[in-house]
């Protein structure tokens, strides 16, 4: 069982999301993935796990705010596996090209809007895009974004709600 748990708190990822994301690397085996939004790490430890345990593949993670992530990611056993940078995912350096995105940081429509322009030219013929904290809310950035975008994808009702979009074929 993976037990990340001392890394939740009140703005965190819940168990099934996170095991949710643990069994989608676990299964899609992407080499080279990209989070934003790493918050206390969480979520890259289940990233970074799934990873471990498919023997390849680096999640390069960023946040422009410093909690302790790289402690985390080390204690955890994954400093192999997890890239931690201290910044914006906008100003993340490119350098390669990416299996499996995880939209998470900063939740304004623009903001999203942003990322996914971002990385969208680095993204493999197949990656996978997950956004989280889709909540069904009227006003909701993520979800404005997406149909900004006119992504199709495929609801994940989790308690935070995400989204999938398949970049293949596009």
């Not at 069982?1 to 899609?28: C, K, N, P, Q, W």
């Not at 799934?50 to 993670?61: R, S, Y």
């Not at 909701?140 to 999938?164: E, F, S, Y």
């Amino acid at each position: 069982m993976l037990d990340f748990e001392h890394l939740r708190d009140t703005d965190a990822m819940t168990r099934e999301e996170g095991e949710f994301l643990y069994g989608l690397v676990r299964s899609i085996k992407p080499n080279f993935c990209v989070e934003t939004g790493t918050h206390k790490g969480l979520s890259s430890c289940y990233i970074g796990q799934a990873l471990k345990d498919n023997g390849a593949g680096v999640l390069h993670t960023c946040d422009p705010v410093d909690l302790m992530q790289d402690a985390a990611i080390a204690t955890a056993g994954l400093a192999d596996q997890v890239k931690f940078h201290l910044t914006r995912g906008v100003d993340l350096p490119g350098t390669g090209t990416i299996d499996f995105l995880f939209i998470d940081g900063f939740h304004g429509m623009q903001d999203v809007l942003d990322e996914f322009v971002t990385f969208r030219p680095r993204l493999a013929e197949n990656a996978i895009v997950a956004f989280h904290d889709c909540d069904l809310v009227p006003h909701c950035g993520v979800n404005q974004a997406i149909d900004h975008l006119g992504l199709p994808t495929v609801w994940i009702p989790t308690k935070n709600r995400m989204r999938i979009y398949s970049h293949r074929n596009v």
